[in-house]
């Protein structure tokens, strides 16, 4: 079973930055497009950013230009650098395959983005 692994969340003032690792447990990560979701307070999980195995990127409309994700496939890790953060981007932060998920899920870190 594959385990995932969010870290490197914080509170951290409006403007600021943030770097999310997330560790899988697993060699396969290293041929599965992964992703980062963010999941606020009342609402639905939502995907922000994903990665392909070769390392093409997409963002979220929202996140473009401000957020990147990369990938260490030698560590099984897959990164989240968060500049420029807003209130908005307040959450809990997950990450996952995309677009099957692995049907576990870790227990993600929480962002939370002061004003």
């Known amino acids: 079973q594959v385990q995932l692994v969010e870290s490197g969340g914080g509170l951290v003032q409006a403007g600021g930055s943030l770097r999310l690792s997330c560790a899988a447990s697993v060699s396969i990560f290293r041929l599965k497009t992964m992703a980062w979701y963010r999941q606020a307070p009342g609402k639905q999980r939502e995907l922000v950013a994903y990665?392909?195995?070769?390392?093409?990127?997409n963002y979220a409309d929202s996140v473009t230009g401000r957020f990147t994700i990369s990938r260490d496939n030698a560590k099984n890790t897959v990164y989240l650098q968060m500049n420029r953060l807003k209130p908005e981007d307040t959450a809990v932060y997950y990450c996952?395959?995309?677009?099957?998920?692995?049907?576990?899920w870790g227990q993600g870190t929480q962002v939370i983005v002061s004003s």
């Open positions: 996952n395959a995309w677009p099957a998920e692995f049907p576990s």
């Open positions: 990665i392909s195995s070769g390392g093409s990127t």
